[in-house]
């Protein structure tokens, strides 16, 4: 597919992300989260689009989930500011400001339900509803030291007139790689 040119980083397109690139045209199909629902709304007003799960698997559903999550640095001169900052942004009117600005889901079950996003934006509710399908993204501390793994050796699986046999000997790189860090 990538050689046949219906498969493209949005580097090869000329576009910083898979959102921008869909938004502008380059590509006809991303595979995005709810993050870009907002953003084509109001930069890409005229996109006309839809949202679908993700396909399948062998024929199990899936979707990667994740959160994100609020911290702050143990040496600040304003900690109790943070800890304030950081119950208000988690906590329900904090988080439906949040949610219903920007699109993203929100993580609490009493913000989803009164969601005036969700309710106004049934796209939305397709991810809302993947949720019991949802496998962890990052599952303990090694997935920073295996996603430059990855960015170091893939690109080689995507390079004009790329064979099966260079995206093998690009998965056992970024194998190898990754290994002998995770064992260190």
């Known amino acids: 597919m990538f050689n046949g040119g219906y498969v493209a980083t949005p580097q090869q397109v000329g576009a910083g992300d898979e959102g921008v690139g869909f938004g502008t045209g380059k ?11 907002q953003v084509f709304k109001t930069q890409y007003e005229d996109l006309n689009f839809t949202i679908k799960p993700l396909m399948s698997y062998k024929g199990k559903e899936m979707t990667m989930q994740y959160t994100v999550g609020w911290g702050k640095n143990k040496d600040t001169k304003v900690s109790e500011l943070a800890d304030k900052w950081i119950q208000y942004v988690t906590g329900k009117e904090g988080m439906t400001i949040w949610t219903d600005a920007t699109g993203t889901l929100p993580t609490r079950a009493d913000v989803t339900d009164a969601s ?6 049934p796209l939305l509710q397709v ?11 990052q599952n303990g501390v090694n997935l920073t030291t295996i996603v430059p793994s990855y960015g170091n050796f893939i690109t080689g699986a995507f390079e004009k007139d790329a064979t099966k046999s260079d995206l093998t000997k690009a998965l056992d790189s970024i194998d190898d790689d990754a290994n002998s860090k995770l064992s260190k």
């Open 116 to 121: 005036e996003n969700l309710a106004k934006n």
């Open 127 to 137: 991810h809302s509803d993947q949720i019991e399908n949802g496998v962890v993204w």
């Open 27 to 37: 590509y006809a199909i991303v595979e995005t989260g709810n993050w870009n629902f």
